[in-house]
T-cell receptor, first 108, second 115 residues
């Protein structure tokens, strides 16, 4: 099955700085890579995803990049705000295995 | 369009009792996934179901755990003879088709506490 590794496990940035979270996967057949944000006491919320036929996707302050050759993909958050503080999870299909999560703290 | 619904949101059971967790997928979604999340940990896949069929249960413990998604009504995750180690948040997600093409939407979770 798929094995997804996520780094770092914790990340602390100053408000306005950028944050980058990286994931690697093992199954070259995986073709869908979502990112989820989970706030305390809530379910994960899909924030952005990318399919294997593109290398980058952007939505306002959030972007995801995919390197299929190296089998890694990254979440980029620019101009971070305190409300971006949460746990972020990556996942890779085919069987939706999740990374262990990154706890992002944005300090005002 | 209502999102994924889970109930109850909180469930307390004594050791040895049964826990039943319910998940109603988004309208038009026929695929349901169950995940378990221990405190400060990630999401662990348990089982993937379509209407009336279990497609993948490779993440579900062989004993005491079962899941169903009947033709009518919500999906049910059932845990028999609960133990303290079953205490966790259980999330379900739904998608209109298998995740290789479509994103999953998560419910708010059921937090199970075994005393």
């Amino acid at each position: 099955g798929e094995n997804v590794e996520q780094h770092p496990s914790t990340l602390s940035v100053q408000e306005g700085d950028s944050a980058v979270i990286k994931c690697t996967y093992s199954d070259s057949a995986s073709n869908y890579f979502p990112w989820y944000k989970q706030e305390l006491g809530k379910g994960p919320q899909l924030i952005i995803d990318i399919r294997s036929n593109v290398g980058e996707k952007k939505d306002q302050r959030i972007a995801v990049t995919l390197n299929k050759t190296a089998k890694h993909f990254s979440l980029h958050i620019t101009e971070t705000q305190p409300e971006d503080s949460a746990v972020y999870f990556c996942a890779a299909t085919l069987d939706m295995r999740f990374g262990a999560g990154t706890r992002l703290t944005v300090k005002p | 369009n209502a999102g994924v619904m889970q109930n109850p949101r909180h469930l307390v059971r004594r050791r040895g009792q049964e826990a039943r967790l319910r998940c109603s997928p988004m309208k038009g979604h026929s695929h349901v996934y169950w995940y378990r999340q221990l405190p400060e940990e990630g999401l662990k896949f348990m089982v993937y179901l379509q209407k009336e069929n279990i497609i993948d249960e490779s993440g579900m413990p062989k004993e005491r755990f079962s899941a169903e998604f009947p033709k009518e009504g919500p999906s049910i995750l059932r845990i028999q003879q609960v133990v303290r180690g079953d205490s966790a948040a259980y999330f379900c997600a739904s998608s209109p088709a298998h995740t290789s093409s479509y994103e999953q939407y998560f419910g708010p979770g059921t937090r199970l506490t075994v005393t």
